[in-house]
């Protein structure tokens, strides 16, 4: 990738991605600039991987191809106005959570394109899986473009934005439930007679162990569980307690819950 990369913003995702892009060798730090706000955030970020510190939005963007808009969501109201006129031609890229393409185009109209991400938090170790949406057919070298900066956090998996907050309910909030998930089990060992020490690591090597099994085989979730599950067992007496609890109908109406709040901030300014 030869393109210039500017990011407007410079917080935990913009760093995961800076990270990432230069972990994997998809650009050098000469490629890369950043500005942040009145914090020491994009200082920290230029002086830790060598990208460059914008001095100003002007700065920022006057050579830029790519620009990754990551400030802070509720910051995009009050975005400076240039922005409309330095972003011209430029690809935008939104890591804001909550606004829409129909929102990112009030501020960026004259972007020869915007896609809207939904990166999520195992992205800071680049284990990420981002979904993403274009405001219009993107060329091939733009989606090149994107697939390869989002890959550099994870995965990516292009959807409808209409699909948006249904998988922000799914893989942006996930992490948050696979955590509480993993403290439960946790808590369990203990009640069953271990020390916290030794439950916290066996649930987490647990849930990690079964998640990678999940990945290197390719199988259904179910076909696992039904291979670890004899008749009567052990396995068996634990999943019926979480069948008679509708463990499923929680889960299903947590993600639920998650998606129509998001589709409740969606709609603010």
């Known amino acids: 990738m ?7 913003g410079a917080g935990r995702m913009a760093s995961a991605i800076v990270d990432g892009l230069l972990a994997r060798g998809v650009v050098t730090p000469a490629q890369l600039g950043c500005l942040g706000g009145e914090g020491p955030s994009a200082s920290k970020l ?31 109201a ?13 690809l935008v890229l939104s890591v804001l959570a909550a606004k829409t393409l129909a929102r990112l185009a009030r501020t ?9 991400t939904m990166p999520n938090t195992p992205a800071a170790i680049g284990a ?15 989606r090149a473009t994107v697939t390869a900066l989002l890959g550099a956090i994870g995965r990516e998996i292009e959807l ?16 948050a439930f696979v955590f509480e998930f993993t403290a439960a089990l946790r808590e369990a060992g203990i009640a069953a ?5 030794s439950a916290a690591l066996l649930s987490l090597e647990t849930v990690l162990g079964a998640a990678k099994l999940m990945a290197a ?45 998001s589709a409740e901030l969606s709609a603010q300014d």
């Not at 030869?2 to 407007?8: D, N, T």
């Not at 409808?160 to 992490?175: F, K």
């Not at 068996?236 to 499923?248: I, T």
């Open 46 to 76: 230029a002086s830790r991987t060598g990208i460059r510190l914008a001095s100003d939005l002007a700065d920022l963007l006057k050579n830029a191809d790519l620009v990754v808009v990551a400030f802070k969501p509720q910051h995009l």
């Open 193 to 197: 007679g271990l020390t916290r020490e």
């Open 108 to 116: 960026f109209p004259e972007a020869r394109n915007i896609v809207r």
């Open 2 to 8: 030869s393109l210039q990369i500017a990011f407007l």
């Open 78 to 90: 009050k975005a400076d106005p240039r922005l409309a006129e330095l972003t011209r031609g430029k």
């Open 217 to 261: 085989t390719g199988a259904e979730p179910e076909d696992l569980r039904n291979q670890v599950t004899s008749p009567n067992g052990t396995t068996y007496a634990g999943l019926q307690v979480m069948a008679a609890r509708d463990f499923r109908g929680i889960l299903r109406d947590t993600a639920l819950a998650a998606k129509a709040r």
């Open 160 to 175: 409808p934005e209409e699909q948006i907050d249904a998988l922000m309910a799914v893989s942006g909030c996930g992490p």
């Open 128 to 142: 990420g899986i981002t979904g993403w949406c274009a405001a219009r057919p993107l060329s091939s070298a733009d």
